[in-house]
């Protein structure tokens, strides 16, 4: 099990992910952004984190999605590969036309950092397999621009229990069509540990580890 | 200029017109200390001594710490005052070789800031660095001051720490980070006088960057793991004048600046601008010739500029060229040693019957919710607790807090500083730490007006600490704290540290009062014994300076599913009075108070 975690100049949450999945046993490897000759071949995941990928003083994730980094990802994707976009990633995985939809500034115009009450609506994905569909999970949010707005019908996997920042619908993640790829505002990576607070993220990881086991049986 | 005579006396001449800047500046009270530093010589310290404080956790890893105002910006300027005051204070523990992990705020407003609490978060989120606990005090005595004080807190392999000073002639200095520009050019100076004086503009301020912040902490940490850093110092207040100086005169050496190498955001400033401009994000670093290359390689891998701008040299001296052009030569030490006020004495009075004043709590979650409290994944005990508690991923524990009794130390000086020293030791002991050490940060009004204050804050900072056997590892003072003449409380900050060997976490079940209602120094030990014991008990102990304003408790309980019910309790404005969950037999009186459910 090969994971990369990108590390954007302005990502914050690049060292919680890979902790995180240190955890629960992957081999995990950071792709830099300054490093020339990145290669996502030989991983089975590639996670776009948290923070403010090039300051992200335009729109979040703007920038990040139109440099070298992100073609690369596109094209990991495309190949079958299983892409997770966490708040700021998610922003990144929006603004490169992965995923369905926009995120906008919170509803309160102010930045919100609290544990918050979530729902998991699609327990087949790759990455919620260990999930019960309508499991009740709590994973705390931090961002200033996480309030979804909807383009089509989207493959509604994890939903707010309350309004938390406008989102449409109070969807907190969606995953495409095909289920490689799925992209979250609450962050997984900071409730993997009970010394935290919680452990519900840690089985975002476990359902990845599980999803890969399987296939690699298959194989 | 103050101290225009003296400069005169110790130049033996006239002052060139840069080096009237210069001086105005590093002889400046926010650079220069003149009217605290014999007094901070008689508190009790340990270790270097630095840019920041430094104690051990254990034997592999140390905590780096200290509290910085930025009070005269945000007055001006809320939003980039209070956020470069984050980014300061964040480069100052940077710079000695630790990962910065948390940050605590300090704010005294007449009303919540937006401007300021937005300044603090975008700047604190952007960076990664965590904001897990503050105080946020409210009264009309801070209508044209707002005070915004930050601590930062890092933490480093013990082999890491790196010193705040040069070593040897030879040496190179490069300065690394964003491009420099003419913001905050005479910010130290504005930063010490009052608000209505001259300077008081929006020139004076600096413009953050956090996302140049956040490469610039990456690139020196890589640069310190590669062993090529030999001392560092950021870039602050004085700017490259500043930095460069101190590094050379703490080693007795002395330094050749080139001006003409700083890589410029605005390419027509006069050479003694680029000497003095305080912009964000820049960091002094002290190599080897033969290092440097590796250091400015690092430095534009991580999109930031660098050049080599001074060497060490052995003679005393401060000297600045502009290309061939000699901007300025002056003796160092003249430089580095401004003059000094001569202390009082102080001696205490009785503690006095201490009144309610005008001073009241808000509901401090709508402020940390603000802030990313997370980040990192070491927030073990959140914001709205009290202290804080953040893990080492080695599996050690450590406990944060920050304190303030503006409504005691406005009454007694001496007695209120005195006091926060004790709140704080019992916050750090109800969060199960041992106290490690003390940062301070004294804001105050007008010390040539009212030197009597001032005098007795700091005898108490130094008897406290003495009585807790707490080193007073580093510490900052905002004087001039002054509107029309009109000085804000005396207020006194107090950061504080501590080893924490098991983290307990709020249980439900019964709440007890455990204490007394009045204070008595004496019987303090017996309550700091009761706390003790309550945490080995495991039991959650609570430490409120006042029972009228449980409101943050209450609210942050409920964040986390559980309920905070107590009946109202009586007591006098300083008590020694703990919350205990779940322990009634203590050995202090106590009383069955409500339920957390």
């Given at each position: 099990m090969k994971a990369a975690v990108v590390v954007y100049p302005g990502s914050n949450c690049d060292r919680d992910t890979y902790h995180a999945l240190k955890l629960t046993g992957f081999d995990v490897d950071y792709a830099y952004f300054f490093d020339q000759d990145l290669s996502f071949e030989g991983y089975d995941l590639v996670v776009l984190p948290g923070g403010f990928s090039y300051g992200d003083y335009l729109r979040p994730g703007a920038v990040a999605a139109r440099e070298n980094i992100s073609r690369k990802v596109k094209e990991f994707a495309e190949n079958g590969g299983l892409l997770l976009g966490i708040c700021n990633g998610f922003q990144v995985l929006m603004e490169m036309g992965l995923l369905p939809g926009a995120l906008l500034q919170n509803e309160k115009g102010k930045f919100i950092c609290r544990w918050v009450d979530l729902v998991v609506e699609d327990n087949t994905t790759p990455f919620t397999l260990a999930f019960k569909k309508g499991e009740k999970i709590r994973l705390p949010i931090a961002h200033g621009f996480g309030r979804y707005v909807k383009v089509g019908e989207p493959r509604v996997v994890f939903r707010y229990r309350e309004n938390v920042n406008g989102s449409d619908e109070k969807i907190a993640g969606v995953a495409s069509e095909s289920g490689n790829i799925l992209g979250l505002m609450p962050h997984p990576e900071r409730a993997s540990e009970e010394i935290l607070g919680g452990e519900d993220g840690r089985k975002v990881f476990l359902s990845i580890a599980e999803y890969l086991e399987s296939r690699g049986a298959e194989k | 200029m103050r101290y225009y005579k003296e400069l005169l006396k110790r130049l033996g001449r006239e002052p060139t017109p840069v080096e009237k800047e210069a001086f105005a500046v590093m002889w400046s009270e926010h650079c220069g200390y003149s009217h605290t530093k014999k007094y901070i010589e008689k508190l009790p310290k340990v270790g270097l001594g630095g840019n920041a404080g430094v104690v051990a956790l254990d034997e592999d890893t140390s905590i780096v710490f200290k509290i910085e105002s930025h009070n005269h910006p945000s007055a001006i300027e809320p939003y980039n005052g209070a956020a470069t005051g984050v980014g300061g204070i964040i480069r100052d523990v940077l710079a000695m070789g630790a990962r910065p992990t948390?940050?605590?705020?300090?704010?005294?407003?007449?009303?919540?800031?937006?401007?300021?609490?937005?300044?603090?978060?975008?700047?604190?989120?952007?960076?990664?660095?965590?904001?897990?606990?503050?105080?946020?005090?409210?009264?009309?005595?801070?209508?044209?001051?707002?005070?915004?004080?930050?601590?930062?807190?890092?933490?480093?392999?013990?082999?890491?720490?790196?010193?705040?000073?040069?070593?040897?002639?030879?040496?190179?200095?490069?300065?690394?980070?964003?491009?420099?520009?003419?913001?905050?050019?005479?910010?130290?100076?504005?930063?010490?006088?009052?608000?209505?004086?001259?300077?008081?503009?929006?020139?004076?301020?600096?413009?953050?960057?956090?996302?140049?912040?956040?490469?610039?902490?990456?690139?020196?940490?890589?640069?310190?793991?590669?062993?090529?850093?030999?001392?560092?110092?950021?870039?602050?207040?004085?700017?490259?004048?500043?930095?460069?100086?101190?590094?050379?005169?703490?080693?007795?050496?002395?330094?050749?600046?080139?001006?003409?190498?700083?890589?410029?955001?605005?390419?027509?400033?006069?050479?003694?601008?680029?000497?003095?401009?305080?912009?964000?994000?820049?960091?002094?670093?002290?190599?080897?010739?033969?290092?440097?290359?590796?250091?400015?390689?690092?430095?534009?891998?991580?999109?930031?500029?660098?050049?080599?701008?001074?060497?060490?040299?052995?003679?005393?001296?401060?000297?600045?060229?502009?290309?061939?052009?000699?901007?300025?030569?002056?003796?160092?030490?003249?430089?580095?040693?401004?003059?000094?006020?001569?202390?009082?004495?102080?001696?205490?009075?009785?503690?006095?019957?201490?009144?309610?004043?005008?001073?009241?709590?808000?509901?401090?979650?709508?402020?940390?919710?603000?802030?990313?409290?997370?980040?990192?994944?070491?927030?073990?005990?959140?914001?709205?607790?009290?202290?804080?508690?953040?893990?080492?991923?080695?599996?050690?524990?450590?406990?944060?807090?920050?304190?303030?009794?503006?409504?005691?130390?406005?009454?007694?000086?001496?007695?209120?500083?005195?006091?926060?020293?004790?709140?704080?030791?019992?916050?750090?002991?109800?969060?199960?730490?041992?106290?490690?050490?003390?940062?301070?940060c004294i804001n105050y009004g007008d010390p040539d007006v009212a030197p009597a204050g001032l005098a007795a804050i700091m005898y108490a900072l130094k008897d406290s600490a003495e009585h807790f056997e707490l080193p007073v590892v580093s510490g900052n003072a905002s004087l001039y704290n002054t509107y029309a003449a009109k000085p804000i409380p005396p207020t006194m900050v107090i950061g504080m540290v501590g080893r924490v060997e098991k983290v307990v976490k709020p249980k439900k079940g019964k709440v007890y009062l455990a204490g007394w209602h009045g204070f008595d120094l004496k019987r303090e030990e017996l309550l700091?014994?009761?706390?003790?014991?309550?945490?080995?008990?495991?039991?959650?102990?609570?430490?409120?300076?006042?029972?009228?304003?449980?409101?943050?408790?209450?609210?942050?309980?409920?964040?986390?599913?559980?309920?905070?019910?107590?009946?109202?309790?009586?007591?006098?404005?300083?008590?020694?009075?703990?919350?205990v969950f779940g322990k009634d037999n203590l050995g202090i009186p106590m009383q069955e108070i409500g339920v957390l459910r």
């Open positions: - | 948390a940050i605590l705020d300090s704010l005294h407003f007449h009303r919540v800031i937006d401007g300021i609490i937005e300044g603090i978060a975008d700047y604190g989120n952007s960076i990664g660095v965590p904001t897990v606990g503050g105080e946020l005090r409210i009264s009309e005595r801070y209508r044209y001051n707002p005070l915004v004080n930050v601590m930062a807190v890092g933490t480093a392999k013990n082999e890491m720490i790196v010193p705040s000073k040069a070593s040897r002639a030879g040496q190179v200095i490069v300065v690394f980070g964003g491009a420099t520009g003419r913001d905050g050019i005479h910010g130290a100076s504005f930063a010490s006088e009052d608000l209505t004086g001259e300077k008081a503009t929006k020139l004076a301020i600096q413009v953050g960057d956090p996302f140049a912040e956040k490469l610039l902490i990456e690139a020196f940490l890589e640069m310190v793991r590669e062993g090529l850093v030999e001392g560092a110092q950021d870039l602050g207040a004085g700017g490259i004048l500043s930095a460069t100086s101190e590094l050379a005169s703490k080693s007795g050496l002395g330094v050749q600046v080139h001006l003409e190498r700083v890589h410029l955001r605005e390419p027509d400033m006069q050479p003694w601008e680029i000497l003095l401009s305080e912009s964000q994000e820049r960091m002094a670093v002290v190599t080897s010739k033969e290092n440097a290359k590796k250091i400015l390689e690092i430095a534009k891998k991580y999109m930031l500029y660098g050049d080599v701008v001074a060497e060490l040299i052995d003679e005393k001296v401060f000297r600045a060229f502009y290309k061939d052009e000699l901007v300025m030569e002056v003796p160092i030490d003249i430089l580095t040693t401004p003059p000094y006020e001569e202390p009082l004495n102080y001696v205490p009075g009785e503690m006095p019957d201490f009144n309610e004043l005008d001073f009241s709590y808000t509901d401090a979650t709508q402020v940390y919710e603000q802030y990313d409290h997370m980040v990192g994944t070491d927030t073990v005990i959140p914001p709205g607790f009290g202290s804080a508690v953040m893990r080492v991923k080695t599996g050690k524990f450590y406990a944060l807090s920050i304190h303030s009794r503006a409504d005691l130390t406005l009454q007694d000086p001496y007695w209120g500083t005195y006091i926060t020293v004790v709140e704080s030791v019992r916050k750090i002991l109800a969060a199960g730490g041992q106290p490690l050490g003390i940062t301070d700091h014994k009761a706390i003790m014991k309550a945490r080995e008990s495991g039991a959650f102990v609570l430490t409120p300076s006042n029972f009228k304003a449980l409101v943050t408790y209450e609210k942050s309980f409920a964040r986390y599913g559980m309920k905070l019910k107590v009946k109202e309790i009586e007591g006098e404005p300083v008590h020694q009075m703990v919350l």
